[in-house]
T-cell receptor
Framework: GAVVSQHPSRVICKSGTSVKIECRSL??????MFWYRQFPKQSLMLMAT?????????EQGVEKDKFLINHASLTLSTLTVTSAHPEDSSFYIC????????????FGQGTRLTVV | DAKTTQPNSMESNEEEPVHLPCNHS???????IHWYRQLPSQGPEYVIH???SNVNNRMASLAIAEDRKSSTLILHRATLRDAAVYYC??????????????FGKGTLLTVNP
């Protein structure tokens, strides 16, 4: 099946710095990818939809200037957490999008971000 | 968005079958029923999906009620590796022609040795 690779799997950064998370589709072209955030013992919350060659669409309550999404190619989407704070510590997950309702989505391995 | 309701947790013994229920009483005629599972500290993985008919694959079976208002994910022989949170999701239309997944709380499955 299709593979989505996410990097890094784990990152620790200092408060105030920025962190970039990469999400690559390894064997297919992804015009759309989704970014989720998951706090401990909670479910995945959709943050934004990343569209290749155009601006991302953010869910209500997600700061677009804080969570910068770039989808410059059909195989790479990046999420940059800018000026990170301890409350941004979370598990970030990307997934592929598909253009058919009945096909499965493929998820990255997730990135555990800890801001100290 | 049509929503799903799942028990918060279930417990099973190794080698025994597990039936994970999901209620989706407001499902629309074109909603596909998807199941994903998430092992600890990993991204979700696809399990199975269906529309109206029961479905089988190497991982599980999906039994869909005739009125489609509920479904059951069946793991025929639970193993310790099946311990995970299982999500029942109705595939919804997202931006443009792409379909996003909206996750509920899921069911935490514990498998006892």
């Amino acid at each position: 099946g299709a593979v989505v690779s996410q990097h890094p799997s784990r990152v620790i950064c200092k408060s105030g710095t920025s962190v970039k998370i990469e999400c690559r589709s390894l064997d297919f072209q992804a015009t759309t990818m989704f970014w989720y955030r998951q706090f401990p013992k909670q479910s995945l919350m959709l943050m934004a939809t990343s569209n290749e060659g155009s601006k991302a669409t953010y869910e209500q309550g997600v700061e677009k200037d804080k969570f910068l999404i770039n989808h410059a190619s059909l195989t790479l989407s990046t999420l940059t957490v800018t000026s990170a704070h301890p409350e941004d510590s979370s598990f970030y997950i990307c997934s592929s999008g598909t253009s058919f309702m009945n096909t499965e989505a493929f998820f990255g391995q997730g990135t555990r971000l800890t801001v100290v | 968005d049509a929503k799903t309701t799942q028990p918060n947790s279930m417990e099973s013994n190794e080698e025994e079958p597990v039936h994970l229920p999901c209620n989706h009483s407001t499902i629309s005629g074109t909603d596909y029923i998807h199941w994903y599972r998430q092992l600890p500290s990993q991204g979700p993985e696809y399990v199975i999906h269906g529309l109206t008919s029961n479905v089988n694959n190497r991982m599980a079976s999906l039994a869909i009620a005739e009125d489609r208002k509920s479904s059951t994910l069946i793991l025929h022989r639970a193993t310790l590796r099946d311990a995970a949170v299982y999500y029942c999701i109705l595939r919804d239309v997202g931006g443009g022609s792409n379909y996003k997944l909206t996750f509920g709380k899921g069911t935490l499955l514990t498998v006892n040795p």
